[in-house]
């Protein structure tokens, strides 16, 4: 069996977006693109692009603050379906995806969060993704909702517990565009026992 297994699951991609640089101190400011080129860097241009990046404090058990790392989080991927659950739930009419800083959305996989890390989503020309892991949630998106939507911004955290999508990195480069479709290959690993007898 192949160490990545693909599946029958495709995502179409409804919205690209990224945060340019600098960026203003707890708000996300994320602007929509049509067409997202992508280096083994990520967009250019955008505040999480990098080969390598400071450490935060997602890593702090690992290393001092601003080490330099491998950046695995180049991208911030959310489900559609996901994120209307998450709107609804905070008493919004829809979820704006630059609130939450995405990089890119996407439609037609179920139970997305959760998606194993190392993952792939490979689109048309190639290009192709490796899931990190989940993105939790964080302050930005619920002091840039508070702006827009004065009163709602508390309740993003909790609404978006489990649902907030994933970080990823690219690994073969290439180009997305609104309305592709990327198609899901999952790895062949059966899930940790740390107790198993072997």
């Not at 693909?6 to 409804?14: D, N």
């Not at 989080?73 to 704006?96: C, K, N, P």
């Not at 939450?100 to 959760?114: C, K, M, N, Q, Y």
Request: charged share 25%.
């Amino acid at each position: 069996m192949p160490p990545l297994i693909p599946t029958t699951h495709r995502a179409r991609v409804t919205w690209l977006g990224y945060q340019p640089v600098p960026v203003e101190k707890l708000v996300i400011t994320s602007a929509p693109v049509e067409v997202m080129p992508l280096s083994f860097a990520g967009f250019e241009g955008e505040v999480h692009a990098g080969v390598t990046r400071p450490s935060c404090s997602r890593v702090l058990k690992l290393y001092p603050r601003d080490t330099e790392i491998r950046n695995v989080r180049q991208l911030s991927i959310v489900s559609a379906e996901e994120m209307a659950e998450v709107a609804r739930d905070m008493g919004l009419e829809a979820m704006d995806y630059a609130w939450v800083g995405a990089s890119l959305v996407l439609e037609g996989i179920p139970d997305f969060t959760h998606l194993p890390p190392s993952s792939r989503l490979q689109g048309p020309d190639g290009v192709t993704l490796v899931v990190d892991m989940e993105n939790l949630p964080c302050q930005e998106p619920a002091v840039t909702i508070e702006r827009a939507r004065p009163g709602l911004g508390k309740g993003f955290k909790p609404a978006a517990m489990g649902k907030r999508g994933v970080t990823a990195w690219v690994e073969r480069e290439g180009t997305l565009r609104l309305g592709d479709e990327l198609r899901l290959f999952i790895p062949a690993q059966r899930g940790w026992k740390p107790d198993l007898v072997e």
